[in-house]
């Protein structure tokens, strides 16, 4: 569900980080191609991981663990780190799916 589109609020709460979508662009969401249309949203939510896009290609196949942390706020979340020519949906995807044996899982929680 969206809490915002281009801009939010962030608050760290009892080591959590907490986005609430800016007062002036609640409930509003901008499609490509289509222009700015109204849609469900939640007033709050606990931010679980960082896409951080456009990042500089990494000569190594397996970035450093330090690579996959954020801190914000005071706050340490996982990261996952997206070359400007790669897609991120896939590798957002596959955080999302990991199980808790997965190796890759265990960077994330």
């Given at each position: 569900m969206l809490v915002g589109d281009?801009?939010?609020?962030?608050?760290?709460?009892n080591g959590l980080l907490v986005v609430r979508?800016?007062?002036?662009?609640?409930g509003l969401i901008e499609i490509r191609g289509l222009g700015i249309r109204r849609?469900?949203?939640?007033?709050d939510a606990?931010?679980?991981?960082?896409?951080?896009?456009?990042?500089p290609r990494?000569?190594?196949a397996l970035p450093e663990p330090e690579a996959l942390r954020a801190r914000i706020c005071g706050v340490e979340i996982p990261r996952i780190p997206v070359g400007a020519s790669y897609a991120a949906l896939p590798l957002v995807l596959a955080a999302l799916t990991m199980t808790?044996?997965?190796a890759f899982y265990s960077t994330f929680s």
């Open positions: 281009d801009r939010v609020h962030l608050e760290a709460s979508p800016a007062l002036e662009l609640t849609c469900d949203f939640a007033e606990i931010v679980g991981f960082v896409v951080d896009l456009g990042r990494c000569g190594n808790e044996s997965s």
